[in-house]
């Protein structure tokens, strides 16, 4: 090949190469474990009890950026921090199936600012819930949640740490993986078609049964729990009738979903049972 086209060839190749390491190991991680799926980790919120600062290249954010080679570290005592912690919350409530968190890296390593103890904790909207204690961690560890929680919130706290330097544990990366959104629910809305012209307050929500697990009816649905597209709805609309649990929802959240006129689009409907499981269902509604 010509000297020239040989070099001008390899340029080419060596920017393709650049190109592709500057792109994101998007939303996923095989370090997850299972299947591969969309990490939820990055549309969220991190913070922390306090250390590692934004201005210096170690504050929360470096949590969730999908860069493995940087990192936020948590200000500690030694050994024990029970009111240290650092947490992910999101604008919306997803149910939350596992995560997996890498805390080794430069600066922390099964020898030193080792996090060897925690626990797993998540927001039920009134207090925080512990999951999962988890001990002998002497890497990066992975968590399955034993309630698949759907909550906005989940943190690492009551902080246990090992090493020469037993004291500031250090989080290079955190993903998060949504979990099953629990027993399926026949869900609709009232109107299933939407004029955005009009001006009324709510959108009537029906939850009509749970096919796969009959033993279960709408009597069972606990008002407190439905959210619509992730949003708490208005409790003194909740009631049963004529074998349905009928509600009311914002219909500004039903009206955000949509998006444009004459789109048909899945609005999801959430919600828990008096035996605190929890079901999910999807309704159809089109704007005009």
Not at 215 to 240: A, M, Q
Request: proline share 5%.
């Amino acid at each position: 090949m010509n000297r020239k086209y040989m070099v001008a060839a390899l340029t080419v190749g060596l920017i393709l190469l650049l190109g592709l390491s500057t792109i994101p190991v998007a939303t996923s991680d095989s370090g997850s474990g299972g299947a591969r799926q969309d990490n939820i980790a990055p549309y969220a919120k991190p913070s922390s009890s306090g250390g590692g600062q934004s201005q210096y290249g170690y504050g929360p954010e470096n949590m969730n950026d999908l860069n493995t080679y940087n990192m936020h570290w948590v200000s500690t005592p030694y050994n024990y921090a029970p009111a240290d912690w650092f947490q992910l919350t999101w604008s919306q409530k997803y149910t939350i199936g596992s995560m997996y968190v890498i805390q080794h890296g430069s600066w922390s390593h099964a020898s030193n600012r080792n996090l060897w103890g925690c626990d797993i904790q998540y927001w039920d909207g009134a207090m925080w819930v512990t999951d999962g204690t988890l001990s002998n961690m002497y890497a990066n560890f992975q968590y399955t949640f034993v309630n698949t929680p759907t909550t906005d919130s989940i943190r690492i706290s009551n902080l246990r740490i090992t090493g020469n330097q037993a004291s500031n544990p250090c989080v290079y990366e955190w993903y998060v993986y949504e979990g099953e959104g629990g027993i399926a629910a026949d869900v609709k809305l009232e109107p299933q078609s939407l004029n955005l012209d009009s001006n009324g307050n709510y959108v009537s929500y029906h939850v009509l049964g749970f096919p796969e697990d009959p033993d279960y009816t709408p009597y069972d649905v606990d008002p407190t729990s439905i959210e619509v597209e992730g949003v708490n709805t208005d409790l003194k609309y909740g009631t049963v009738n004529n074998n349905k649990f009928i509600g009311k929802a914002d219909r500004l959240l039903v009206e955000d979903a949509i998006g444009a006129p004459g789109e048909e689009v899945e609005v999801k409907v959430r919600g828990q049972l008096y035996d605190s499981t929890v079901f999910e269902g999807t309704a159809v509604i089109k704007a005009l």
